[in-house]
Structures are given as C-alpha cells and as structure tokens.
C-alpha cells in the first residue's frame, strides 16, 4: 500500500525550519523511481472519477508531481509561483502566514473561464497556501474541482480551510 511505503520513506527533521516543528521532507521520495511512479499512479486512480481540465501545481515542490501528473493525464499544468517570478502579466493574492504574509501569483491567461482545476502541493499544513492558490483559481473565473497532497499533517486542520472549496481533498498519507 502506497501509505506504508511513504511512511518508511518520508523522513522527519527536527527543529526545521526552526525549533519545535518537525518537517516533514519528501525529498527522499525523488530517490526512489518506483515509489515516484506509484505516486503518480496512486493520484490518477483517485482522480478518476473527478472532472478537471488542468492542474495548478505550487512553488516549488508542488511542481515535482504535480507536472507529473498533467503530463500522464494529458492536461495542462499550471505553475503557481512566489509573486515576482514569473514573466508577463499576473494575477496575485496576499495572504496572511503564522509569521506575516505572503504573495503568489499566476499568469493571466492560463487558466480559462469556466474550467475546472486541480490543485496539487506536495503537503497540506494549515490550508493557507493551498486556500490562496484556490483564490487565484476563483479570480480567473474558474473552479476548484479537487485539492490533492502527498502528506496531510492532520493535526493542523488545515482541511477544514479548504472545505469551503471543495469536498475532494485527497491526501496519500496522513500524520
């Protein structure tokens, strides 16, 4: 089961970024290109039964699998980066962090009226980074058909955040 492979493989630092969290690396993963392989799997199964039309994968490790995954599904992938990092004209949101805020940003015209968008991190902690990429999504006139992580840390609640989005939030493990 694609849980208990990522359980072993995921590695937990302590004290990273700073004292008292413990972060949780999925860098390993990458080491790995059958595990890699299952993840991609494993995502697609679960999106079979969901309707979208791209997928927002956001700086920097939801580009990993996110790119990953359009490319098995054959959608479009969408990069959400810091703002200041992409070429062109934007769409931005400021949103507010446990240590002060933040900006991120998408390009005008990938994202097109009506559609429906998948939104990939490689992990869900509060919901606050996933919720503004959900904003964006809703400032181009368009819909958050699902959320999709590798890790969950449930004991942050950050779920609960992106429930006003969607119900179709999918995690592959969960701490």
């Known amino acids: 089961m694609i849980r208990e492979r990522l359980d072993k493989v995921i ?6 970024p700073k004292k008292g969290i413990d972060f949780k690396d999925i860098t390993s993963i990458l080491l790995d290109d059958k595990l890699s392989n299952e993840i991609v799997q494993s995502f697609s199964d679960k999106f079979k039964d969901i309707d979208f039309d791209a997928i927002i994968g956001i700086e920097s490790r939801g580009f990993l699998f996110g790119f990953l995954l359009a490319n098995k599904l054959g959608v479009p992938f969408i990069p959400v980066r810091k703002a200041g ?35 990939h991190d490689d992990l869900l902690a509060t919901g606050g980074t996933a919720s503004a990429a959900a904003e964006l999504v809703l400032k181009s006139k368009a819909n ?15 779920q609960i955040q992106l429930d006003k989005y969607t119900n179709n939030i999918i995690s592959l493990t969960n701490y």
């Open 11 to 16: 590695r937990t630092v302590p004290d990273f």
């Open 85 to 119: 990092k992409l070429p062109g004209k934007t769409i931005k949101y400021k949103y507010d962090l446990e240590y002060g805020s933040s900006e991120i940003e998408i390009h005008c015209n990938d994202i097109q009226e009506g559609w429906n968008i998948l939104i």
């Open 144 to 158: 958050v058909a699902a959320f999709a992580f590798i890790v969950n840390l449930a004991y942050l609640d950050g």
